[in-house]
């Protein structure tokens, strides 16, 4: 199994060629088919754009990403290919084009090998909610993986791709990273272009890679990162580098959230190794102080008024008309919208349709979503206020370790409380990223997260490298 880039670039320095590596890499999906990672398997264009690389490879031309193997998320763009959220609703559909994102991995010569599977248009903390079916963890098979993105989290666990892309509207990157022993990173907002994505909530959703080193992480970031014409929220600058050399010399001045740690939710093991990498910083000469967040209860209430309001909105454009799924038992036209729609969205995706429609509604709309978005406000001020006076956050992924199929399905509360850590970085705009520095006596891993000041991925990056190198 090749863990990172790094042992890629070894092996073809030893005569390995990418078109092998392709095909390594489609014999342990075939392998491990039985985790339904992938909903599709694009083996003839990966082999194809393999050759295509070995040929550059041969006479020097070849870009910075020659031999990756990237697997996307069911909700990213590529032309020619299928992407359907991983809903019904989209059945059949065929991309007419190729997500910004995506199509400047592959300008840089990375091979995509398929879609992922996810939880249905990216609503999920588990997994379960994909029309597909679950995926399951690698670690255990009788747990979930985290969602939404559990596929693109399962594919890098489980050793099927290089690296893979995922999208995070509240967590759906960070929490199965922490789920799944990988590293997940969600740039800040603006700084990755939406162009191609399929939209949840268009204000909060980013996209961002998964990988197992974090040096991975940042050179995927870099090359998806910087202005593009069809995305007017990007910040209009190109990217540098994301990954400089940590300052060795330089003490930093670093914030943990008393709220979180002292959680009545979170696992006690969990909460142990965040005071253990406390005093490991602290030892390393760094200052870590405890601050207060006062809004903790605040942030799933705020983050599900506003993203369902959003989807409600988007999804709109799901008719059964224009394409994909169309009921083959409808007749008239509001029959066709009313029972397309019934048949071709699942159980959570209407649910959150429904609320999203309720709190836009007359008479609701300054009820919820204007106060909505004035909470947010002050949630984003307070993040703010914490980052001008520390350089990072800490903070657990996720308040326990991967949890048992099926066990939350009956519970849409308990499910949405997944996030209670993670939304605080969407709501807030700020780059943050989960790292695989916990291990649980129950044979789980788990994530610690730190986010960093908006548009400094350089530095959150750095003191992830620092963090991994020295709190393992």
Sequence with gaps: MYHSFDEIKAALDHGTSVESITKHYLKRIDEKKHLNAFLEVFADSALAQAKRVDEKLKNNTAGRLAGVVIGLKDNLAYKDHKVSASSKILEGFVSLYTATAVERLIAEDAVIIGRLNCDEFAMGSSNENSAFGNVLNPHNEKMVPGGSSGGSAVAVAAGLCTASLGTDTGGSIRQPASFTGTIGFKPTYGRVSRYGLLAYASSFDQIGPFANTVKDVALLTEIMAGKDEFDSTLLQEDSKNFLPAFDTTRKLKIAYIKDCIESEGIDPEIRSRIFEIIEKLRSLGHTVNAVDFPYLNQM?????????????????????????????????????YKKSRSEGFGEEVKRRIMLGTFVLSHGYYDAYYTKGQKVRRVIQNKTKEILTNHDFIILPTTPTTAFEIGANVADPITMYLQDIFTVQANLSGNPAISLPLGNHSNGLPFGIQAMGKHFDEAGLLSFSDYLMSNCK
């Design 300 to 336: 799933i209430p705020t983050y599900y008024v506003l993203t369902t309001a959003e989807a409600s909105s988007n999804y709109a454009r799901y008719d059964g008309v224009h394409y994909g799924y169309h009921s083959s038992n409808a007749e008239g036209v509001e029959d066709t």
